[in-house]
């Protein structure tokens, strides 16, 4: 199936800095990904689409001038969290889309757990 | 909006009963609903899941069941062992969305 990761896999930071998140599909490459946040023992909310080449679609609510997504290439996409303050500690989980069959399936990446001091 | 609702939140199962959870959704342009399992600190592994042209789905102890008349899907976990105590989540693509519910915390009791 397909694989996915994210680096680092959880990071502490100050609060007023910037943090990067990776994430990278390891066996396939996807025009289209997802950043979503989960805070504890909720559900998956999503916070952007990104798609390759272009500006990532944000969800509402979600400040993208704070959370900067960069598509490079397609098999990474990035998202920093700038100046992070505690409220932003949160998991962040990305997913590729796969066209699996005749659907598109998404496959999601071990999680980044940020904790914001 | 579109909206997918889970019960229960919270199940609790004997070793070896069975564990049923369901969802419904509320749109009817849905056509995938993917199941996956989130174990504590790590990102949601799909486990299984069902189009829109299919009724039930079955993978060894795992099954899954839908009736798009009442926009009902369900999962199915038979013979429970303590490796299946995680969180739950279904999801049904709604337009261009993949809409979640909100989780079902499974404990699998010795």
């Known amino acids: 199936g397909a694989v996915v990761s994210q680096h680092p896999s959880w990071v502490i930071c100050k609060s007023g800095t910037s943090v990067k998140i990776e994430c990278r599909s390891l066996d396939f490459q996807a025009t289209t990904m997802f950043w979503y946040r989960q805070f504890p023992k909720q559900s998956l909310m999503l916070m952007a689409t990104s798609n390759e080449g272009s500006k990532a679609t944000y969800e509402q609510g979600v400040e993208k001038d704070k959370f900067l997504i960069n598509h490079a290439s397609l098999t990474l996409s990035t998202l920093t969290v700038t100046s992070a303050h505690p409220e932003d500690s949160s998991f962040y989980i990305c997913?590729?889309?796969?066209?699996?069959?005749?659907?598109?399936?998404?496959?999601f990446g071990p999680g980044t757990r940020l904790l914001v001091l | 909006g579109e909206n997918v609702e889970q019960h229960p939140s919270t199940l609790s199962v004997q070793e070896g009963d069975s564990a049923v959870i369901k969802c419904t959704y509320s749109?009817?342009?849905?056509?995938?609903f993917p199941w996956y399992k989130q174990e504590l600190g790590k990102g949601p592994q799909l486990i299984i899941d069902i189009r829109s042209n299919v009724g039930e789905k079955k993978d060894q102890r795992i099954a899954v069941t839908l009736n798009k008349t009442a926009k009902h899907f369900s999962l199915h976990i038979t013979e429970t062992q303590p490796e299946d105590s995680a969180v739950y989540f279904c999801a049904a693509t709604g337009s261009d969305k993949i809409i979640f519910g909100k989780g079902t915390r499974l404990h699998i009791l010795p």
């Open positions: 749109d009817s342009a849905s056509n995938y």
């Open positions: 997913s590729y889309n796969r066209l699996a069959e005749t659907q598109e399936t998404q496959y």
